[in-house]
């Protein structure tokens, strides 16, 4: 059976190119197209699409509000369509913290210009998301456990995640204490939106949460977090570790990789390391997991119950790659367990 989708947008020209990409997949049928949030809600309502594609700005009311009242009233996997600008990206960013699944950038203000670069990337999302789960959020569950300074000096936790990752990884760093190892951190984003992403984590977190820079040392109780369009590797110098940020092919079909990352940390980390997986996509992450298992790094999926999409957690499961399978509220008390 086809993946019934609903298309959310203002703009006429938006809805029908949005309308073609889809279609042409054989999977996904569009069952309609709104104007406004007004005709949307009706729309949901008659249709009971299986994925709304919503655009994040639109007259009488914004996407956020709606998907905030859609998932109130009719909870349905969401797509947010949005422009690569640091507004948009932080109203992208509300939307995921309200529910949504996963979002597209649209490269160009037309995106008639641009709908070959969206193409692929939308299709997957759609499909991706049709498959997706819709929770609700969940805290951290926090013990009361102290970390010496000496040991944390030693180790390293590095987080790969992707689709449904950005509420993932808040739950995870908001559970951390603030001497908590160094974090490094890849998570499949655009590049403009990373740096809001970093602010929104540092804001709620004990832990330091920043974009990395290339040649940056590694501190105890700070995060980073990959940019966008980069790889990032971890190096040693003496008794310290630094990362290297540059440019590189994509690896799974991604720049940045989970697995670049993490294949790195094996090497130069090895049982020093906590690896964990979260939500996401693909199998990006999974066969570096597996040298960092092979290191002796101990290792953490997300739970199938509690993942978005159970994809990359699910494929370093099958590659016995993972100590322990972890509901996500647990993950952060899991990784203070293993230090």
């Known amino acids: 059976m086809a993946i019934r989708v609903l298309i959310v947008d203002d703009s006429a020209t938006a809805r029908m190119i949005l309308s073609e990409i889809l279609s042409s997949d054989a999977r996904i049928e569009v069952v309609g197209t709104a104007q406004d949030a ?17 655009d994040v700005e639109m007259p009488r009311m914004d996407g956020v509000t709606f998907l905030q ?51 692929k990337e939308l299709i997957e999302k759609v499909v991706a998301a049709s498959y997706a789960v819709v929770r609700k959020r969940v805290a951290p569950l926090k ?24 509420e993932a990884l808040k739950t995870v760093l908001s559970g951390l204490p603030k001497n908590s190892p160094a974090v490094l951190i890849v998570q499949h984003m655009p590049q403009t939106f990373v740096p809001s992403f970093a602010e929104r984590l540092n804001s709620i977190c004990d832990i330091d949460v920043r974009v990395a820079q290339n040649g940056e040392f590694l501190q105890i109780g700070t995060a980073l977090i990959c940019p966008g369009g980069l790889h990032m590797v971890l190096r040693r110098s003496g008794a310290r570790y630094y990362v290297e940020v540059g440019s590189g092919k994509n690896v799974n079909g991604h720049c940045p990789s989970v697995d670049v990352l993490f294949n790195s940390v094996s090497k130069v980390a090895g049982s020093n390391a906590v690896g964990v997986i979260l939500t996401g996509m693909g199998n990006d992450g ?54």
Do not use: W
């Open 38 to 54: 007004y005709v949307a809600r009706d729309k949901v309502v008659e249709l009971k699409p299986d994925v709304v594609c919503l």
């Open 69 to 119: 009242k859609l998932m109130q009233h009719f909870p349905t996997p969401v797509v947010m369509v949005s422009s690569l600008t640091r507004k948009s990206a932080k109203v992208t960013l509300d939307a995921l913290e309200a529910g949504a699944i996963d979002y597209v950038a649209k490269p160009h203000s037309n995106i008639y210009d641009g709908k070959d670069l969206i193409a």
């Open 143 to 166: 013990i009361d456990q102290k970390l010496s300074i000496a040991e944390t000096t030693k180790k390293l936790i590095v987080i790969g995640s992707s689709t449904g990752g950005t």
């Open 286 to 339: 999974a066969k570096g997991m597996l040298h960092l298992h092979n290191e002796g790094a101990k290792t953490i999926a997300q739970s199938e119950a509690t993942c978005v999409v159970y994809g990359m957690p699910k494929e370093a499961v099958k590659l016995n790659a993972v100590d322990k399978v972890v509901d996500l509220e647990k993950i952060s008390s899991e990784i203070l367990k293993v230090l």
